[in-house]
């Protein structure tokens, strides 16, 4: 029985160790999307995963299609945050499928309260981003906790994994 317990640990050490290397590896490549991204202070890129680890989707934030990417837009803050649509949400609305059970990856942040209800509604299941920088804790703090709340309460599994630092970037002061 001892024998069987051990195995049984060692193939979950293998599993999870090969959910974590995905994870990073798509944590990657929500990091490229967001270098897509026309905001000069935050760039957020989202990806979603299906159950295959195939991508179905991406989105970075910005401004709707159509909408003229200003500078002066960006650099105003009540002005962009009036127009911006988050990456998750654009990767929400870029997949045109059902996403239940998929997973969604986002870089360099997690998703805020506001992108958190979309995500349960569409049947997302678990999200997957880094702990919160800290230039950017003190701003977002209360939208995480909220958004972490309700994800808890809806039964989305959030995972806050840890990049080498070789990988870290896409957001500034």
């Given amino acids: 029985m001892a024998d069987e317990t051990i195995v049984l ?99 360099p942040l997690q998703p805020c309260d506001r992108c958190a209800g979309p995500i349960i509604q569409t049947g997302i299941k678990r999200c997957v981003a880094p702990p919160c920088p800290p230039d950017k804790d003190t701003r977002w703090q209360k939208s995480f906790q909220v958004a972490q709340t309700m994800f808890k309460e809806a039964g989305v599994r959030l995972d806050l994994i840890e990049l080498s630092p070789k990988y870290l970037g896409g957001i500034s002061a």
């Fill in 9 to 107: 640990n060692q193939l979950d050490e293998a599993r999870l160790a090969r959910q974590l290397k995905w994870d990073r590896r798509f944590l990657e490549i929500a990091q490229k999307v967001a270098d897509w991204s026309k905001d000069p202070s935050t760039k957020v890129g989202t990806i979603i995963i299906d159950r295959n680890n195939r991508l179905v989707s991406t989105g970075y934030n910005g401004f709707p299609q159509g909408v003229l990417d200003l500078p002066e837009r960006y650099n105003d803050r009540n002005a962009k945050y009036s127009m911006i649509i988050h990456s998750e949400l654009n990767a929400i609305i870029f997949a045109k499928r059902d996403l239940r059970g998929y997973t969604l990856y986002s870089y």
